[in-house]
T-cell receptor, first 114, second 110 residues
Framework: NAGVTQTPKFQVLKTGQSMTLQCAQD?????MYWYRQDPGMGLRLIYY???????DKGEVPNGYNVSRLNKREFSLRLESAAPSQTSVYFC?????????????FGEGSRLTVL | GIQVEQSPPDLILQEGANSTLRCNFS?????LQWFHQNPWGQLINLFY???GTKQNGRLSATTVATERYSLLYISSSQTTDSGVYFC????????????FGKGTLLTVNP
C-alpha cells in the first residue's frame, strides 16, 4: 500500500518547456489536491479535484492545468514553465470525511525552472 | 480569505526541553490540522483538531475555537522532532482547501 505516489521526484526545466507531474493514490479516496511550497512559506493550493471528472482552481492556479484521469490519478501540467514556478509540488489525498482528519501527502516533486 | 499566523517563526531547543507552538487564525474554522515536515521534506499529519484537546505520546494540541487559536505542545523534545511545524485551516466547505501558516522551524540539539 503505497498511499500517494508522485513522479518525478526531481526535474530541471528551461523556461518555456512543458512537463507533467503525475500523482496516483491507492486508497480509493474521492478527492485529490495539488499544492506548491516555496522557501519559507507554507503550502498553497493550486488545483483540486473533489471527485473523478471534476476539477477546481485553488489559490494559485495561473500557469497550470490539471487532469483527473480516473479515481486514482491526478496530473498537474505546466504548459510553458517560468522561473516563478520553481517550487516543491505536493499531491495530497484526504479521506471522504473529516472524521479521521488525516491528509495523506506524497513525497513531493522538486522542480527547478532555469 | 482566512489568515493564519504561527509563532515563533524559529525555535531552538536542547534535547529534553518542552515547547509550545502557537497558531492564530482570523475566522472561524471547521478544520484545523497540525503537520510536521521533517528535514527530508516529508509532511506528516499530527493532529486534526478544530476544537478541544488531543494527545499523542509526547505531543498534544489544544484549539480554542472561540478565541481563534491553537497550541501544539511538545514535551521532552528529541532530535527527531526537528523540522517545520505547520498549522493549516479551512473555514468553509467540505473539502481540504487548507490555508497554511508559514510554519515554525524547530531545531532540537543533542
Amino acid at each position: 500500500n503505497a498511499g500517494v505516489t508522485q513522479t518525478p521526484k526531481f526535474q530541471v526545466l528551461k523556461t518555456g518547456q512543458s512537463m507533467t507531474l503525475q500523482c496516483a493514490q491507492d486508497m480509493n479516496h474521492n478527492s485529490m489536491y495539488w499544492y506548491r511550497q516555496d522557501p519559507g512559506m507554507g503550502l498553497r493550493l493550486i488545483y483540486y479535484s473533489a471527485s473523478e471528472g471534476t476539477t477546481d482552481k485553488g489559490e494559485v492556479p495561473n500557469g497550470y492545468n490539471v487532469s483527473r484521469l480516473n479515481k486514482r490519478e491526478f496530473s498537474l501540467r505546466l504548459e510553458s514553465a517560468a522561473p516563478s514556478q520553481t517550487s516543491v509540488y505536493f499531491c495530497a489525498s484526504p479521506p471522504g470525511s473529516f472524521a479521521t482528519g488525516e491528509l495523506f501527502f506524497g513525497e513531493g516533486s522538486r522542480l527547478t525552472v532555469l | 480569505g482566512i489568515q493564519v499566523e504561527q509563532s515563533p517563526p524559529d525555535l531552538i531547543l536542547q534535547e529534553g526541553a518542552n515547547s509550545t507552538l502557537r497558531c492564530n487564525f482570523s475566522d472561524s474554522v471547521n478544520n484545523l490540522q497540525w503537520f510536521h515536515q521533517n528535514p527530508w521534506g516529508q509532511l506528516i499529519n499530527l493532529f486534526y483538531i478544530p476544537s478541544g484537546t488531543k494527545q499523542n505520546g509526547r505531543l498534544s494540541a489544544t484549539t480554542v475555537a472561540t478565541e481563534r487559536y491553537s497550541l501544539l505542545y511538545i514535551s521532552s523534545s528529541q532530535t527527531t522532532d526537528s523540522g517545520v511545524y505547520f498549522c493549516a485551516v479551512n473555514s468553509g466547505g467540505s473539502n481540504y482547501k487548507l490555508t497554511f501558516g508559514k510554519g515554525t522551524l524547530l531545531t532540537v540539539n543533542p
